[in-house]
């Protein structure tokens, strides 16, 4: 039986984690939430400890400093206890469970190994080419990553997703790629208030990729990728209001 233990990592995202937590609390196939404040300067972490009392499956673990991404989720993966992991960003807009069981369904119905979103927003290359091979949102079986926490703590802070894509593809991983018609990410330079500022963090993931890979690495992942697809027929059902708007 496929349980589901979320991950979601989160800096200075109090504007938008309320959101997002409430719509992964109110799914019903996701039996742990987990949420990893790293380190914040704002309110996020305050504001996911606020449904803990209401919602006793979800944990919220606080670093004492800003880690980066891999080092939070690696954290996550530590505490966590279910067969699988879904990996969430914690800034999303427009998420709805319909969009998280689309996501689970590949996996827990043993048609995909592993599933990858892809966002109504992705760079537009990603959606015509059927793939976004740097998104965070992911289901995959916990101990692919469980068995190699020392080499996520050696990792860049946001060398993460193509440190997977290699995992993946050394084991051939059929892989979803589920469509998220409704969901965005919000942009960066959105985020941080000015184009220079957005530039730069953008800047910084880049060079933690290319870290982590080189970009005729990059080429071949996504090349690899696409050829492990696997066609599943599994798309979101139409949201409803209280989905849209869970409580």
């Not at 190994?113 to 965070?136: H, T």
């Not at 992911?138 to 990553?145: G, T």
């Not at 953008?202 to 870290?211: G, N, T, Y």
Request: hydrophobic share 45%.
């Amino acid at each position: 039986m496929t349980q589901i233990s979320c991950i979601i990592p989160a800096y200075n995202e109090a504007p938008r984690i309320a959101a997002v937590l409430q719509t992964v609390l109110a799914h019903r196939q996701i039996f742990q939430v987990i949420v990893v404040d790293d380190g914040s300067s704002d309110d996020t972490a305050q504001i996911a400890e606020s449904y803990q009392r209401a919602h006793p499956h979800l944990h919220v673990i606080r670093q004492s400093q800003n880690g980066g991404k891999t080092a939070a989720v690696a954290a996550g993966i530590a505490a966590s206890t279910g067969s699988h992991v879904m990996l969430l960003d914690s800034d999303l807009l427009g998420l709805g469970t319909g969009d998280l069981g689309a996501l689970i369904a590949p996996v827990a119905s043993g048609a995909a190994d592993v599933s990858i979103s892809l966002r109504r927003n992705a760079p537009r290359l990603w959606r015509m080419i059927g793939l976004d091979y740097i998104s965070g949102e992911r289901v995959l079986a916990r101990d692919l990553l469980a068995e190699r926490l020392d080499q996520l703590h050696a990792l860049p802070r946001f060398g993460l997703e193509v440190f997977m894509n290699r995992l993946w593809i050394a084991q051939s991983a059929r892989i979803a790629v589920v469509a998220w018609p409704g969901v965005d990410s919000p942009m960066k330079y959105a985020k941080l208030g000015t184009w220079r500022k957005g530039l730069a963090a953008d800047a910084k993931m880049m060079r933690d990729i290319f870290r982590t890979i080189t970009p005729a690495q990059s080429l071949r992942q996504v090349l690899t990728m696409r050829g492990l697809r696997v066609s599943t027929r599994i798309q979101p059902h139409a949201q409803t209001q209280a989905e849209r708007n869970p409580r």
